[in-house]
Structure formats: C-alpha cells, structure tokens
C-alpha cells in the first residue's frame, strides 16, 4: 500500500510565494515518474509541472518561468516552488507518481491536495 501525503499550500498575496511537498510512503523500490497538477474551481484537473527519474523536467506554459519542481529520491519526496503566484493559480493542487514497489508492482498513486488559495 502507497500513500503520498502533500503539505505546504495555504494563503499567499499575489506575488508571493509558496512551496509544496509530497512524501510517498511505502514499500518503495524506486519512483519513475513525478507529477504536479492544478484544479482551478470549476475545472478540471491538469498538469502544472512533472520530473523524470532522469531529472528531465516538463512545465505547463502557465508555469514556466515561475515554478520549479524537484525531486528528492533519498527522502522520496517531490517538491513544487511556486513564485509570482496570481489568482489563477489559486485552487487545489495534487502530486501524482509512477512508483516501483518491492516486490516488482507498479503503482499509480495520488496524494489527497493541498489548497492554494492567492488573494488580489
């Protein structure tokens, strides 16, 4: 059984800053895969930002240029530094990861979301 736990989202002004953490839990062998992604009200959830095993990593045009994701394989753990935030990016965010359990299973988890909400 997997679990990834997020942490880290609350109330910022706009222009501030926030940074998000996901600790996956487990009998984890390896984590291919990172995600960040973003459920703005009344939408549907779509991908922020992910980072390879390889370190390759992958923005939404919306993110590029102010938030940076970043992997910590020895505490399996994912991060997500958000600068410049604006309303828009206010809304629930959730991590997602590929994981290599022990005993050869892949799976496919999610963490529960953590509420970023950003004021005018």
């Known amino acids: 059984q997997v679990f990834l736990v997020e942490s880290g989202g609350g109330l910022v002004q706009a222009g501030g800053s926030l940074k998000l953490s996901c600790v996956a839990s487990?009998?984890?062998?390896?984590?291919?895969?990172w995600g960040w992604y973003h459920q703005a009200p009344g939408k549907q959830r779509e991908s922020v930002a992910s980072v390879a095993s390889s370190g390759t990593t992958n923005y939404a045009d919306s993110a590029k240029g102010r938030f940076t994701i970043s992997r910590d394989d020895a505490k399996n753990t994912v991060y997500l530094q958000m600068n410049s935030l604006s309303p828009e990016d206010t809304g629930v965010y959730y991590c997602?990861?590929?994981?290599?359990?022990?005993?050869?299973?892949?799976?496919?988890?999610w963490g529960q979301g953590t509420q970023v909400t950003v004021s005018s």
């Open positions: 997602h990861a590929d994981i290599i359990l022990y005993n050869g299973y892949r799976s496919r988890s």
């Open positions: 487990g009998s984890i062998f390896s984590i291919d895969d």
